[in-house]
């Protein structure tokens, strides 16, 4: 099967994060074919190639997200026009995942590649787009890892630093009355509470991460009042603080609940801030198969916020200024640049490991 068939296949494939049973299915039967040993669990499939005393991860995600509004063309009937492949996940990630698997494909018809040197475990997981069953549940599974490459497309660009996300539920408590009698008598509108708080939160800054820049509060919900006419008591707000390596999520929070008037309680705090070092040996093999001479940061959360202290890197074909946007597409250009990058990228971590 040519790079373009398999990208269109999967793009054929309706996965919408929580339903990805066929398009794992689909893999799972082409790894097979090729000579794997495929695992499952659930809808998270994953096999591996070669032999030795490291382990890498390559992983990509099956899943999408929702066919927006806005679409020209028909998002789950993938149409080659112009040497582009459009349709939903596209770019977002079915590029990755294809350039990942006939990375595998090449390896396992050549599997002496990687004999004595290390093992390539190739992990095609589900539910990333909604942070549920997928790579994160399946770690212990994997078993060890000494580095991983988190498939998402970033124009070949190997992303070293990634941002969290820290969401805060905020309460503002006033008390409440007649708006008609609030001058005169002991009352306190909580929607007010909540807007100095608000304006407090704005002005908040935060040393600049190299790579990914400031970090910035943002108020995304707010909610207060039961009548026009009478003064609010209370008045919830949710916060979105997407983190940069070296901020501590538990501290960030306690931090707020002292300097703002509202009551702060954690309502996510699970997707990490993520960075590797420039000496890692995947960073190393990462920018000497793309060519780059710096990395660059992902302000975009992904499932690299799941691995723990491993190193790793976030990089794929495809541009993420088209993920979940209508008119996804991917270029067979950028398709065919992925799979000699990842086919460089797992040979040149073996090799950056053992020059040590």
Not at 134 to 142: A, E, H, K, S
Request: overall charge negative.
């Amino acid at each position: 099967m040519t790079p373009a068939a398999l990208l269109e296949a999967l793009v054929a494939t309706p996965s919408v994060s929580g339903n990805e049973t066929a398009i794992a299915d689909q893999v799972a039967s082409w790894a097979e074919g090729w000579g794997a040993r495929v695992h499952r669990q659930g809808n998270n499939v994953w096999f591996s190639v070669g032999q030795g005393p490291r382990r890498l991860l390559v992983n990509s995600h099956l899943d999408t997200v929702p066919p927006c509004s806005g679409w020209t063309l028909e998002p789950l009937q993938p149409l080659w026009r112009e040497g582009r492949l459009y349709g939903l996940g596209s770019n977002d990630a079915k590029g990755c995942v294809t350039a990942m698997l006939l990375a595998a494909r090449e390896l396992l018809a050549a599997p002496q590649a990687l004999e004595g040197k290390g093992e390539a475990v190739f992990a095609f997981t589900a539910e990333e787009e909604t942070g549920g069953k997928g790579l994160g549940t399946l770690l212990g599974d994997l078993g060890p890892l000494d580095a991983a490459v988190v498939g998402e497309p970033t124009g070949l660009k190997p992303c070293t630093a990634q941002r969290g996300m820290l969401l805060l539920r905020c309460v503002a408590h006033g008390t409440s009355g007649h708006v008609a009698h609030a001058h005169t008598t002991q009352t306190e509108n909580a929607i007010h509470v909540a807007a100095r708080d608000i304006a407090a939160l704005a002005e908040l800054r935060f040393l600049p991460h190299p790579l990914l820049g400031e970090a910035r509060a943002q108020v995304t919900q707010i909610q207060g009042g039961l009548a026009r006419n009478q003064v609010p008591d209370r008045c919830e707000f949710f916060v979105d603080l997407r983190t940069t390596p070296g901020m501590d999520h538990a501290a960030l929070a306690l931090q707020l609940g002292r300097t703002l008037k509202s009551e702060v309680t954690v309502h996510s705090a699970r997707y990490l801030p993520k960075g590797t070092a420039p000496g890692e040996p995947i960073v190393r093999a990462a920018m000497a198969a793309s060519g780059n001479t710096a990395p660059v940061g992902s302000s975009t959360t992904s499932d690299w916020a799941f691995l723990g202290e491993i190193p790793a890197v976030k990089v794929g074909p495809g541009d993420t200024l088209r993920s979940h946007r209508p008119d996804e597409h991917l270029a067979l250009v950028e398709l065919e640049a992925g799979i000699t990058f990842y086919q460089k990228l797992i040979r040149g971590y073996f090799e950056e490991v053992a020059r040590g």
